[in-house]
């Protein structure tokens, strides 16, 4: 079965200093990939994601992933976290095929401290 | 545009009671869906349509019913509410028919209690 991880279930970093949040998924054949962001008490919103173009995907906000075929990977990187980066991810799986089908990891909270 | 709504924001409900969560979008979005958001376990699927007239089941359909009678609007029913069914509930809807490349668009989400 198609299943994403999303490996930590919560990163801190300090102001200033990179983000690396990391999903890993099955690799049945080639998905497409996102990851969403959650505010507090928030909808989920976009971030960037991977259709099949180029590999090294850049998002809003200054965040970007890079898609690893042979490492089945898609992290999410930042390289200066800013206070308003404290939020919720999820990396987000699409198969294709039948309609929905979109596999969501567990989500992982990132803390940004001052 | 104001993108997907849901109404109400926050619900809370007695064992047994039904009711019926909001949902509707502008944007003459073909897919909408039903996601439950618990603690620790990501967003799950509970129905989802691919256009009027269309819907199906997705992983954790027991308890909900859904319709889609117009593009627009695709409201969720609880039918016997139970503790289980605490939980937020997000709509979403994105352009085609299948979410495969697609970015999904997020309602701002229902809490809802159960007691």
């Known amino acids: 079965a198609q299943s994403v991880t999303q490996l930590d279930s919560h990163v801190s970093v300090s102001e200033g200093t990179p983000v690396l949040l990391r999903c890993n998924y099955s690799?049945?054949?080639?998905?497409?990939l996102f990851w969403y962001v959650q505010h507090p008490n928030k909808g989920l919103q976009l971030l960037l994601k991977?259709?099949?173009?180029?590999?090294l995907v850049k998002g809003i906000n200054g965040f970007e992933a890079e898609f690893k075929k042979s490492e089945t990977s898609f992290h999410l990187t930042k390289p200066s976290a800013h206070m308003s980066d404290a939020a919720e991810y999820f990396c987000?799986?699409?198969?294709?095929?039948?309609?929905?089908?979109?596999?969501f990891g567990k989500g992982t909270k990132l803390s940004v401290k001052p | 545009n104001a993108g997907v709504t849901q109404t109400p924001k926050f619900q809370v409900l007695k064992t047994g009671q039904s009711m019926t969560l909001q949902c509707a979008q502008d944007?003459?979005?073909?897919?909408m869906s039903w996601y439950r958001q618990d603690p620790g376990m990501g967003l799950r699927l509970i129905h989802y349509?691919?256009?009027?007239?269309?819907?199906d089941q997705g992983e954790v359909p027991n308890g909900y019913n859904v319709s889609r009678s117009t593009t627009e609007d695709f409201p969720l029913r609880l039918l016997s509410a139970a503790p289980s069914q605490t939980s937020v509930y997000f709509c979403?809807?994105?352009?085609?028919?299948?979410?495969?490349?697609?970015?999904?668009?997020f309602g701002p989400g229902t809490r809802l209690t159960v007691l």
């Open positions: 979403a809807s994105s352009p085609r028919s299948s979410p495969s490349t697609d970015t999904q668009y």
């Open positions: 690799s049945s054949y080639s998905p497409s």
């Open positions: 991977y259709t099949s173009a180029a590999t």
């Open positions: 987000v799986v699409s198969y294709g095929g039948s309609q929905g089908n979109l596999i």
């Open positions: 944007m003459n979005h073909e897919y």
């Open positions: 349509s691919v256009g009027a007239g269309i819907t």
